[in-house]
């Protein structure tokens, strides 16, 4: 999984969701084995982990914007 992980960490946020959205249609069809439901589990899992992080580190870049900075003031 440590290839995924590296896959993850480049993908773009919008990329991670849509995966994330992919892997609930696929369970909520059903028809997959417990193997493939776990290993999707896992895999949205690390999308969303990514994703979440990503929102983390944008709120922040947001909190620190200044309106004075960019000449609204």
Not at 10 to 29: C, H, P, R, S, T
Not at 34 to 42: A, H, I, N, P, V
């Amino acid at each position: 999984m440590g290839n995924d992980k590296l896959i993850v960490k480049e993908a773009k946020f919008e990329v991670l969701m849509d995966k994330v959205g992919e892997i609930v249609k696929d369970m909520q069809e059903g028809g997959l084995s417990l193997e493939d439901m776990l290993s999707k589990y896992e895999n949205g899992v690390l999308y969303l982990t990514e994703a979440g992080e990503r929102l983390k580190t944008a709120r922040a870049k947001l909190e620190k914007v200044d309106l004075s900075d960019i000449g609204a003031g």
